[in-house]
């Protein structure tokens, strides 16, 4: 539920500021859905959790080719909408929804594994460009 909303708001973002919407692109929503839980198990929102995984593009590169461009946000926060605000109040982060050469985009959320208090939704965003075409999964 929360991802989907968030595929509208970033698309609602980004036509609010002259941009055409972006595509869902499912192949790398595995990636970053494991990126958001391995930010939640680490307790913090980063784009590489050391000793654990080298990112979202780095992992996407492994899966497909040819290559994308990718252009990630992150988030911790109790809710979707409060995430989404938190990348908007950042310049880098609202640069990199607003895109202007990014056609697609893939969205994973996962709940932090605690329970102590009450989970934060770890949040991964990553506008997607592809100057040689869009990717297709490695053939193992």
Do not use: K
Not at 84 to 107: R, V
């Amino acid at each position: 539920e929360a991802e989907a909303w968030l595929y509208e708001q970033v698309d609602q973002l980004r036509m609010d500021r002259g941009l055409p919407p972006v595509e869902r692109f499912p192949l790398f929503e595995r990636v970053v859905r494991e990126h958001s839980a391995y930010m939640g198990a680490y307790g913090s929102a980063v784009h590489q959790v050391r000793g654990v995984t080298e990112g979202v593009s780095w992992n996407a590169n492994n899966l497909a080719h040819p290559r994308a461009h990718h252009h990630e946000s992150v988030a911790a926060a109790i809710t979707a909408e409060d995430a989404l605000f938190l990348m908007q109040d950042s310049p880098g982060h609202l640069y990199t929804l607003l895109c202007e050469e990014c056609t697609h985009a893939s969205i994973g959320v996962a709940l932090e594994p605690v329970v102590h208090r009450f989970p934060r939704l770890f949040v991964t965003i990553d506008l997607l460009e592809f100057p040689q075409g869009p990717p297709q999964e490695i053939s193992r």
